[in-house]
């Protein structure tokens, strides 16, 4: 099981290889960061307001969000349009990902939830992956988990949430990411909140008997400025 305390978190490269763990906005100064981005990591306020958007709210996973991601995680739908493997994940797979790469040095997970009046509805997760402090660059992962969630818009707001949260306090530079070409929803989403396409692996993905090209798309800080 994974442990009560928040795993949205991850690890600071310095230069020379060596990394340490922090908590965005706690209590472990960001070895290897400039002055600007180490200030930005410690301005609770200003994390705090970077991660929420009109209808959505970015927050650390913790053990409650578990059986909500086993859920979603075993949707063949939600498989067949995000992953690489074309079938569901078991809870206990579900525990190893959280447990094995939600928290390492190269991503930042969020939980994703919808504000409705005072409340809040946990709807789906999305990750940084792939964090390249040195480079400023990162992957991005949506997944809207909860089905009354979709075309509602919430994904293009999470994603420019997310982008801001990237590019205005950790300071990064560019943020990638790849969709099946059959996954228009995925791309009118992802278009609607900046990105461009930049190119295509063709036939690299086998689904509903035939191959489809997947996309790579991409935001910048200075496109999104």
Not at 18 to 38: A, F, K, N, R, W
Not at 73 to 102: C, K, M, S
Request: positive net charge; glycine residues 8%; hydrophobic residues 40%.
């Amino acid at each position: 099981m994974i442990p009560d305390a928040p795993v949205g978190r991850m690890r600071v490269f310095r230069r020379d290889g060596v990394c340490e763990l922090m908590y965005i906005g706690l209590t472990v100064p960001p070895i290897g960061l400039d002055s600007h981005m180490q200030r930005a990591c410690f301005d609770q306020r200003r994390i705090d307001d970077r991660r929420h958007g009109e209808r959505v709210v970015l927050r650390p996973h913790t053990a409650d969000t578990l059986p909500a991601l086993k859920r979603w995680y075993a949707d063949p739908e939600l498989v067949r349009l995000a992953r690489h493997r074309n079938e569901p994940l078991t809870g206990d797979e579900v525990e190893h990902l959280v447990r094995e790469r939600f928290a390492t040095a190269q991503m930042l997970a969020f939980a994703l939830y919808e504000r409705v009046d005072t409340a809040e509805r946990l709807v789906g997760s999305c990750t940084l992956a792939n964090l390249d402090v040195g480079n400023g660059s990162a992957t991005f992962h949506l997944m809207i988990g909860e089905p009354s969630a979709r075309g509602r818009g919430l994904g293009s707001e999470a994603t420019r949430v997310v982008t801001r949260f990237a590019f205005e306090v950790l300071g990064l530079h560019r943020i990638g990411l790849t969709l099946f070409a059959f996954n228009e929803a995925a791309r009118r989403c992802y278009t609607k909140a900046g990105f461009r396409e930049e190119g295509r692996m063709r036939d690299a993905i086998s689904r509903d008997g035939r191959r489809w090209d997947e996309i790579q798309m991409g935001i910048l800080a200075t496109d999104a400025s």
